[in-house]
């Protein structure tokens, strides 16, 4: 995931008639001292929610007989998108170093709503937004915070992959017909748009049950691990995608690996740890998301045009990296600034698309070692 909000989960009812949600890890370290492991990620709270009471339309769409495979695999990944209460889970399960000791745990939570900002058919995008209230000790309520989030892309029988190899740099990784065939690869995205990994695997159908697996890719350390870790490199992750009747789960099995500097695994003591992630998307009812429609609507038309910059540069480019900065700043700066800026009806095309060009020029990296 690209970003994940470092605060403990907004209350349920009757959670918020007896006081404080306290932080909560059960399959953890059982002989390390307790305030040792105790989860990170920060401590605010939100106001109550409701959780949807029946299956969701999507859902029982999905369990419709009849369907073709094909239809079937569309209406799970369109089961993802909606309104959520979403809530992050990470822990190291296995060190493979002889000096390890146990790391604290990870939880974070937030309010999303995840867009449908395409469908063609053998082509759908999913747009995660965050859209956050928060509850003082005192009962009151600010917000909203809006957010654009991850975005993830689903192609049915891709064979033009652009897959992670270390060192904040990606290349074009192409599949054989027969990998392609019936399988539909995930692409995922950063919160600006830039790449992150892409993994290909096949829907698995049975009766209620429906879960997409992907095969083992790279990926760049997540931010909750970017800002507190400097001790490995990659993530090589299995992820699993399964629709639940009132949203959906996403797992993840995560190895930590250490690159020598030619962005290879190093010759000793590559594998650092073994993680696991756990991230629930619970729907919700009578959620106050207007701020994320508002900002999604004033703000897709710029988003579209820096989606079809990325895509002129996965055609024209084999392999390429991203400078972390320019002048000191972060790309996600300069494009969330500019997306700000944006007032409704007013996008100028044109400027967008230039300045888009520009920027994205300033991080490229053509030539990456």
Not at 4 to 19: C, F, I, K
Not at 99 to 128: K, M
Not at 146 to 169: A, C, I, M, P, S
Request: proline content about 5%; overall charge negative.
């Amino acid at each position: 995931m690209a970003l994940a909000l470092a605060v403990a989960p907004p209350l349920e009812a009757d959670e918020a008639a007896d006081g404080a949600a306290r932080k909560q890890f059960t399959f953890s370290w059982q002989f390390s001292d307790e305030d040792a492991m105790r989860p990170r990620g920060g401590t605010t709270r939100g106001p109550a929610v409701e959780l949807a009471a029946a299956p969701s339309a999507e859902w029982r769409a999905l369990q419709e007989p009849g369907l073709s495979d094909f239809e079937r695999d569309r209406r799970a990944i369109l089961a993802m998108a909606g309104p959520y209460r979403t809530s992050f889970d990470f822990l190291e399960t296995v060190q493979f170093t002889p000096d390890a000791e146990p790391v604290r745990p990870y939880q974070s939570w937030g309010t999303e709503y995840v867009y449908v900002a395409a469908d063609e058919g053998d082509f759908i995008s999913l747009q995660h937004v965050i859209v956050m209230f928060f509850e003082d000790d005192e009962g009151t309520v600010s917000g909203p915070i809006v957010t654009k989030h991850w975005r993830q892309d689903w192609r049915f029988e891709d064979r033009d992959l652009h897959v992670y190899v270390g060192r904040n740099t990606w290349e074009r990784r192409r599949l054989s017909a027969g990998e392609a065939t019936n399988a539909w690869t995930q692409a995922v995205f950063q919160v600006d748009d830039t790449p992150r990994y892409e993994a290909s695997g096949r829907w698995v159908h049975d009766g209620n049950y429906s879960a997409w697996t992907g095969n083992s890719t790279w990926r760049p350390l997540p931010r909750r691990e970017v800002s507190v870790r400097d001790d490995y490199d990659v993530l090589a992750a299995v992820n699993r995608h399964t629709i639940l009747p009132r949203g959906w789960v996403h797992e993840e099995n995560n190895l930590k690996l250490v690159l020598d500097e030619r962005g290879e695994l190093a010759a000793q003591n590559a594998y650092l740890a073994r993680e696991l992630g756990v991230n629930r998307y619970e729907r919700i009812e009578g959620f106050d998301f207007s701020a994320g429609d508002e900002y999604w609507m004033r703000t897709a038309p710029f988003w579209a045009e820096v989606r079809a910059a990325w895509n002129r540069i996965y055609e024209q480019h084999e392999r390429f990296g991203l400078a972390a900065d320019y002048e000191g700043e972060a790309l996600f700066q300069r494009l969330f600034d500019y997306a700000d800026g944006i007032e409704e009806g007013s996008y100028d095309s044109a400027a967008g698309t230039a300045f888009i060009d520009a920027t994205l020029d300033r991080y490229l990296i053509l030539s990456p070692r």
